[in-house]
């Protein structure tokens, strides 16, 4: 397999798994939302929460954008070492950005659920959403870091 080969193949990983991630954790949110609206009317506060878990995919995004155009590396010329730093950090970024999404979701629909029994719990589910995005970040930031490094 060339070394581009395998840069790519980190790629589609980063982008694939995050981007699972997302439309897995933006599902277990929606569906949430939907069943919650039949009790209240809070659909402002359940599209925010529906929303959060769709990030990791767009950092999936920007991890591509990372190595295509900040670091330049994804060309014919890419040598072994650059393609497996690629290729790591992609797949690092990309199982990360997998789970945390699912997690976040649930931890959403839990705040959605909750806020459908009357309780006022949207800003504290809001804080806590955060915990497993910030596990999606620091991924995002390590591409970076390793963009940097290669």
């Known amino acids: 397999m060339s070394s581009l080969v395998l840069a790519y193949v980190g790629v589609a990983l980063m982008v694939g798994l995050s981007g699972i991630g997302s439309a897995y954790g933006?599902?277990?949110?929606?569906n949430?939302?939907?069943?919650a609206l039949k009790k209240v009317d809070k659909f402002g506060?359940?599209?925010?929460?529906t929303a959060l878990p769709g990030t990791q995919g767009l950092y999936g995004f920007a991890g591509y954008f990372i190595f295509a155009n900040m670091a330049g590396v994804l060309t014919p010329d890419i040598t072994a070492f650059q393609a497996a730093a690629v290729f790591g950090g992609?797949?690092?970024l990309g199982l990360v950005g997998l789970?945390?999404?699912i997690r976040?979701?649930?931890?959403c629909a839990n705040g959605i659920h909750g806020i459908a029994q009357g309780h006022d719990v949207f800003a504290k589910t809001l804080i806590l959403a955060v915990f497993p995005e910030l596990y999606a970040i620091v991924s995002l930031a390590a591409v970076y870091l390793i963009s940097t490094a290669i």
Request: proline share 0%; glycine share 16%; hydrophobic share 60%.
């Open 26 to 30: 933006v599902t277990i949110t929606g």
């Open 32 to 35: 949430a939302a939907i069943g």
């Open 45 to 49: 506060n359940f599209i925010v929460l």
């Open 90 to 92: 992609g797949l690092a």
């Open 99 to 101: 789970f945390s999404a």
């Open 104 to 107: 976040q979701g649930e931890v």
